[in-house]
């Protein structure tokens, strides 16, 4: 006997034949004699539609009533998910997040989990076999309210759930049948990963693959959760997210992701002395506005620099509106900024041992003509903006350059 979390994501779950499917799946596990806890998403496109509400409602909309209307999606399907099983004999209760309770800091919008109570919800799988199918992506943050996750935050949910209830298994059932070396939309010929390293999939994750969500990359790691992401169409084993130890065949890239949600900013001639960087980056910082990757170059004058940075698009207005206000104190000639750009990221912990990985990556776009306009890299990480026109191109030239191209029969 085992204790699983199982995951759905919102197609997994996007219509009444979909929700059934899903019971159906659970009950096997339970008929296998596990104990199950489920965690379910809004139906697909139903959080986007929800957020569209909220803009059309106030442009500087209440961060506390975005959470209570974004949450609602979750709402409807664990219900329903619950009354499925019910129909088809099997003990099953929904589970908000407030009743849990999964407790959260304020961070309304994007909150992060505190404590999760999960002692109501074993007793009871343990004395009469109900199923729990928690609503993701909400909890009930200390203010008292209703609280989200930010946005594909139902995995944190079921990984969190997983880590405090000790369970044995997290299954991330969604769209694809695993974790792939890039996204298999994009590139056809992407291949399955067996296996993928904690470390490995936190890039990925937070270098724009949306297959998991960042925060549980990194609550799974902590806490040791044996995460699996699969198929909720087929019945076949996914993609494990594992230890390093536990991969024999380091690979020197792993996977490649993109972004195309950056914006980049460039200050022309700001003068060149101690305490420039910190004078834009504090006021920025104060603003909770995150800064990616960022650039300083001597200009041809020498008494002045040029500063680029990137930060995500959805940041632009106030980061610009921040630095107009400040123009006085920061002395620049000008400001540019873009936002028709992708960040492209190479991803591996082969890296590590290995030189030339960048030098590969240069090459490759060279040969197609993709000028890069900034670069950065990290430990096991090299990243790369350009035109956002390019990112299939991209994406696929590199994906080939490293020697990820799946063999033809598999692709
Ligand atoms: P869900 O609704 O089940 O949470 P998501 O849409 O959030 O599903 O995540 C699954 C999607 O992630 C896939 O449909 C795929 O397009 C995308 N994706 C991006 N990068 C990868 C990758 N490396 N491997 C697998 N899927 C990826
Ligand atoms: N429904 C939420 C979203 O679309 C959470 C999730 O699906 O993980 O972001
Ligand atoms: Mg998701």
């Known amino acids: 006997m085992a204790r699983v979390v199982m995951k759905f994501g919102g197609t997994s779950v996007a219509d009444m034949d979909r929700i059934r499917n899903v019971a159906q799946r659970v009950k096997k596990e339970v008929d296998a004699g596990n104990e199950v806890a489920v965690v379910v998403s809004a139906m697909a496109g139903v959080t986007n539609q929800l957020v569209g509400y ?217 003068p060149d002395h101690p305490g420039v960087a910190a004078a834009v980056f504090g006021p920025m910082t104060d603003a909770a506005i995150n800064v990616d990757m960022i650039i300083q170059n001597v200009s041809a004058k020498g008494d002045c620099t040029d500063m680029t940075f990137t930060i995500s698009q959805g940041d632009l207005e106030r980061t610009l509106r921040l630095l107009e206000d400040k123009r006085g104190e920061l002395k620049y000639e000008r400001l540019d900024h873009s936002s028709d750009l992708v960040k492209i990221s190479v991803i591996g912990v082969g890296m590590r041992s290995h030189a030339g990985v960048a030098q590969q990556m240069f090459g490759a776009l060279a040969e197609k003509g993709i000028n890069i306009d900034v670069i950065s890299t990290s430990e096991i990480k090299i990243s790369v903006l350009v035109a956002e026109e390019y990112t299939e191109l991209a994406l696929r030239a590199l994906h080939t350059a490293y020697g990820l191209d799946a063999e033809e029969e598999d692709a």
């Not at 099953?92 to 002692?119: F, K």
Request: charged share 25%; aromatic share 6%; with cysteine.
């Open 54 to 270: 909220v803009q059309d409602a106030g442009k500087l909309y209440d961060a506390r009533e975005y959470d209570t209307v974004v949450s609602a999606g979750e709402q409807i399907t664990s219900g329903l998910l619950a009354i499925c099983l019910q129909e088809i004999g099997v003990d099953a209760r929904s589970w908000l997040g407030w009743q849990a309770p999964i407790q959260t800091n304020e961070a309304h919008g994007s909150a992060r989990i505190l404590d999760i109570d999960c002692s109501e919800i074993i007793n009871r799988f343990e004395k009469q076999g109900q199923v729990a199918v928690f609503a993701g992506f909400q909890g009930l943050a200390t203010d008292g309210r209703i609280s989200t996750l930010g946005r594909g935050g139902s995995d944190t949910s079921a990984v969190a759930i997983a880590a405090a209830m000790k369970a044995d298994r997290c299954d991330i059932y969604t769209d694809v049948d695993g974790i792939y070396t890039t996204d298999p939309r994009i590139v056809p010929k992407a291949r399955k990963l067996e296996k993928i390293t904690y470390e490995e999939m936190l890039e990925l994750a937070s270098q724009g693959a949306k297959v998991l969500q960042t925060r549980s990359v990194e609550m799974a790691m902590k806490h040791n959760v044996r995460v699996q992401v699969l198929s909720s169409f087929e019945d076949k084993p996914g993609t494990f997210v594992v230890d390093e130890d536990e991969i024999v065949e380091k690979a020197l890239v792993s996977g490649i992701a993109y972004n195309r949600n950056e914006a980049k900013i460039t200050l022309r001639n700001v």
